[in-house]
């Protein structure tokens, strides 16, 4: 697939995704589709749309599309969404990039002086508003976001400071979303030739006991090779990892750095270095098991994602990195055997020193896989010849279409496998676990979410999929989007994913009986009845929800705590739900 044509398929799909009413505008959905493969990518995570614009005058324009809030990094994440309405690519002037950042900027500090006190509740970014004054003396680090389906051949501005606050910016224009969609999902081969491209080779120990799934070896690499290998090759290299770098200034990133700038030499003592696979290798023996790598195939990064991209950003301010040298595990599997699956535990048990929030759970576990089977060979019942694309692993969609051959197929591949039919590991857990009456889980963010789905799945009391079983999981996707339209044609301002999961979820434990998953598949839709009782009970969770027992309580924090659910069954004349060890903790 060429540029053009990814361009073309966006375009395309954010009118589609507003004529089936999924948006009110093609803005809105071109801000959702794109802030989507941000998020699908964990470039950033638990993005929320708040869009908000006031342009009466240049001085006092200001503006944002969307926000995440990090509370456990302190970093709050402000998006800028530049829709160009041509068919064709066009490129962002210097001045319109200048132009949003200002705007975003000039959003946060109005929103810092108080400026939800004059907005309505109603109105999109009034949560986020409300936040910043709330929560201004806690952020220490504000990223800024140009997103847009244009092309951007300019560098963000520089990081400055402000009043003890840290701002930085990044753009994500249209070409560098597709070079990340198109790695991420591209399964294709990283053949790092050492020597004839770097001018390097690595000394590696082999392990010395000889096993038939694999061989082990270990070794160092100096850090301006890996930098500029990951430079070259980009989340390419890392597309079986678990996470992929968030460029977030946490205290991760800032040790990494300040390290190669500070005490170079120090580098292999404090970093754990980086664990990873390859197909193969070209080696020259040294003898007592020692080799010379000088080629690698097939090679990825499994765990170091941070160091990695770390290393490159230093390599890119020109820090002297002559000193720095990376320990690094390299594993070669010698069968395709189960290799996944091996591949998946080198990542999660690499990664789970770390304390992270993303999830550490891959997409190659036999529950995924047999998601992804079903989904298949699964029709949709209609004369329609369509099904539901299950993406078990990042960007499978665009791999399976980019594959099409022609452009006759590729149009036969969207027809049966419609963008609106993809349903990503996370949406569906996010849908399932609605229907389990687990509201504030899912208000915790999608990977929140996945990591408690997950733990549910191994440990056996989510069953392992059938036929039954995935079209149930549809049934509720088809439910949870219906829902999300209603909430959206109410009106009720910035909390309609909260109201969402937990209409849903209400509605479950008022009138589960009511709810057929059965006929939902059948007909892809649900009836009027259920939508009449939705319309309903997503008035009461408004009404619930923004009224806590705290005056002042931030409402989407308050969305994340089991007591907010135990309540409002509580206010409906029901039995408080039973605590649960799994949703033991309590994370913001």
């Known amino acids: ?14 009118r589609a995704d507003h004529e089936a009413g999924r948006y009110r505008t093609t803005e809105e959905a071109m801000e959702g589709i794109l802030c989507g493969y941000l998020e699908e990518e964990q470039v950033i995570n638990d993005i929320q749309l708040s869009p908000y614009q006031k342009t009466n005058t240049s001085r006092q324009a200001m503006m944002v599309s969307a926000h995440a809030f990090d509370e456990k990094n302190a970093t709050l994440n402000l998006l800028a969404v530049k829709w160009e309405r041509s068919n064709k690519l066009v490129k962002m002037s210097h001045n319109d990039v200048n132009r949003m ?51 951007v051949d300019i560098e963000p501005p520089a990081d400055a400071e402000e009043e003890d606050t840290i701002f930085s910016y990044d753009i994500w224009d249209i070409d560098r979303i597709f070079r990340l969609i198109g790695q991420a999902g591209n399964a294709g081969e990283n053949d790092i030739r050492l020597r004839d491209q770097y001018d390097c080779s690595i000394c590696m120990l082999k392990m010395q006991a000889d096993h038939q799934k694999y061989d082990c070896y270990v070794g160092m690499l100096p850090g301006i090779v890996l930098a500029r290998i990951y430079d070259e090759h980009g989340q390419q ?21 300040d390290t190669v700038r500070d005490e170079p030499e120090m580098f292999m003592a404090y ?28 090679w990825q990064i499994v765990n170091g994602g941070q160091t990695t991209a770390s290393l490159a950003n230093a390599y890119k301010a020109n820090l002297d990195m002559s000193q720095v040298f990376v320990p690094v595990k390299l594993t070669i599997l010698k069968s395709n055997r189960q290799k996944d699956l091996i591949i998946a535990h080198i990542s999660k048990y690499a990664n789970s020193q770390n304390k992270i929030t993303m999830s550490d759970f891959s997409a190659n576990t036999l529950w995924h896989v047999e998601m992804e089977k079903l989904s298949r060979r699964i029709w949709v019942p209609s004369r329609q010849r369509m099904r539901w694309f299950y993406e078990r692993a990042r960007g499978q969609y665009l791999v399976e279409l980019n594959r099409q051959n022609t452009v006759a197929r590729k149009k036969t591949f969207r027809e049966e496998n419609p963008k609106s039919h993809v349903v990503t590991k996370t949406i569906a857990a996010k849908c399932m676990m609605c229907a389990m009456q687990k509201p504030y889980l899912v208000s915790k963010g999608s990977e929140t979410n996945f990591v408690k789905f997950m733990e549910l799945v191994e440990a056996g009391k989510i069953p392992f999929p059938n036929e039954q079983y995935y079209k149930h999981m549809v049934a509720n996707v088809i439910l949870f989007d219906k829902c999300d339209r209603i909430v959206k044609s109410l009106q009720l301002g910035d ?38 009782l939705l319309k309903k009970l997503a008035q009461a969770v408004w009404e619930h929800i923004t009224h806590p027992t705290i005056e002042g309580t931030n409402i989407t924090q308050w969305c994340k705590r089991e007591e907010c659910w135990n309540l409002l069954l509580k206010r409906q004349g029901l039995d408080i739900a039973s605590v649960e060890e799994e949703d033991e903790d309590e994370e913001a």
């Open 1 to 14: 697939m060429m540029l053009e044509d990814f361009h073309a398929m966006v375009c395309e799909d954010a």
């Open 101 to 151: 950042f200002k705007m975003v900027r000039r959003f946060y500090r109005n929103a810092k002086a108080g400026m939800y006190k004059e907005m309505e509740e109603t109105d999109a970014a009034y949560t986020l508003a409300q936040l910043i004054y709330e929560r201004q003396s806690f952020i220490s680090t504000v990223r800024v976001f140009l997103v847009s389906n244009a092309i």
């Open 237 to 257: 290299l890392i597309e079986r990892n678990v996470r992929s770098f968030l460029q977030a200034k946490n205290a991760v990133n800032k040790g990494i750095r």
């Open 271 to 298: 970093n754990n270095g980086i664990s990873t696979v390859a197909a193969w290798i070209e080696a020259d023996e040294l003898g007592n098991g020692v080799v010379s790598v000088h080629s690698l195939h097939d």
């Open 495 to 532: 909390y309609k994913a909260n109201v969402v999961a937990y209409t849903i979820a209400l509605t479950y434990r008022l009138y589960e009986s009511e709810i057929d998953l059965d006929k939902i598949w059948a007909r892809q839709n649900i009836d009027e009845k259920l939508e009449l």
